[in-house]
């Protein structure tokens, strides 16, 4: 299965973007991650099956809000700083209760989606 991300690209700092990703046929546990160049792949924020509930890295809480409608989730990213240039991608975690930032956690991916923040 894979994910469809799509919405990322070229921004100044202190716009915004929204990020989509669908997981065809199914409702799960989702989240997006990010890698910028040279670093590891960090959580960025999840959301569980039914949009109860959601849960941010402390580096994007008050600027990026995460939601869903069934099976499409969306990231919706204000006050953009050139330190959220990154590939984005989505996750989905199924049958899964609690929410996790573990990336090895999650079941299937999508592609990425690049945004560009320039200063």
């Known amino acids: 299965v894979q994910l469809q991300a799509s919405g990322g690209g070229l921004v100044q700092a202190g716009g915004c973007l929204r990020l989509?990703?669908?997981?065809?046929?199914?409702?799960?546990?989702m989240g997006w991650f990010r890698q910028a160049p040279g670093k590891e792949r960090q959580f960025v924020a999840a959301i569980n099956w039914n949009g109860g509930s959601t849960y941010y890295a402390d580096s994007v809480k008050g600027r990026f809000s995460i939601s869903r409608d069934k099976n499409i989730i969306f990231l919706q990213m204000n006050s953009l700083k050139p330190e959220d240039t990154a590939v984005y991608y989505c996750a989905a975690e199924v049958g899964a209760v609690d929410l996790v930032a573990d990336e090895y956690e999650y079941d299937y991916w999508g592609q990425g989606t690049l945004v560009t923040v320039s200063s």
């Open positions: 989509s990703c669908e997981f065809p046929g199914r409702t799960a546990n």
